[in-house]
């Protein structure tokens, strides 16, 4: 009954550093969604894939890059951290069917120094 | 594109008084809308959600929110709130057609005794 896995759960690097978050979900859900959460600004959605194979920009996208590995995995890197990249990331999955709901994973606190 | 905004930034109501957050949407076409909460350190948790038909919605702990398409307007009450509904809440619009899900800058709700 996991629905969304992100790891790590914590992780702190320094300005230049590169790393991957994880994301992978049980619920073979189609559609796939990284999103940033800073205080007083809600959520921003960085990236997102439709479906398996494909990925698009989302409101913030500028440092970094995705991978849609599989339908089950989604993943998000930083090539070269910057302290405006400090935040909370949200991994989200969506069924793509009518009458449903996005879920979320439990985050990633990132703190770059 | 769709867009959320969230009036209140944080709102203090007394343990058994009522509670409303607001919500106003931005959509060109009939929106999907959802509530979430958020309690410190945890992911999203749904609260409820509208697609279509009634437009007075129930939800989980007691929730419920009311779309007025008039006002676009899609705001969360609880008639008596108890201390653990501390949290913040998200309102959030979805656009299933372009797979984005855009939310509110959030409200901080706190319980005082």
């Known amino acids: 009954n996991a629905g969304v896995t992100q790891t790590p759960k914590f992780q702190v690097l320094k300005t230049g550093q590169s790393m991957t978050l994880q994301c992978a979900q049980d619920?073979?859900?189609?559609?796939m969604y990284w999103y940033r959460q800073d205080p007083g600004m809600g959520l921003r959605l960085i990236y997102y894939s439709a479906s398996e194979g494909t990925t698009d920009k989302g409101e913030v996208p500028n440092g970094y890059n995705v991978s849609r590995l599989n339908k089950r995995e989604f993943s998000l890197r930083l090539e070269s951290a910057a302290p405006s990249q400090t935040s909370v990331y949200f991994c989200?999955?969506?069924?793509?069917?009518?009458?449903?709901?996005?879920?979320f994973g439990q985050g990633t606190r990132l703190t770059v120094v | 594109a769709q867009s959320v905004t969230q009036p209140d930034i944080h709102i203090t109501v007394s343990e058994g008084a009522s509670l409303e957050l607001r919500c106003n949407y931005s959509?060109?076409?009939?929106?999907?809308l959802f509530w979430y909460v958020q309690s410190p350190g945890q992911g999203l948790q749904l609260l409820l959600k509208y697609f279509s038909g009634d437009t007075l919605v129930q939800g989980i702990k007691g929730f419920e929110a009311e779309f007025k398409r008039s006002q676009s307007s899609f705001n969360l009450r609880k008639p008596s709130v108890h201390w653990s509904d501390a949290a913040e809440y998200f309102c959030a619009v979805g656009a299933w057609s372009d797979y984005k899900l855009s939310f509110g800058a959030g409200t901080t709700v706190t319980v005082r005794a």
């Open positions: 619920m073979n859900h189609n559609s």
């Open positions: 989200a999955t969506l069924s793509g069917a009518a009458n449903t709901e996005a879920f």
């Open positions: 959509y060109g076409a009939t929106p999907y």
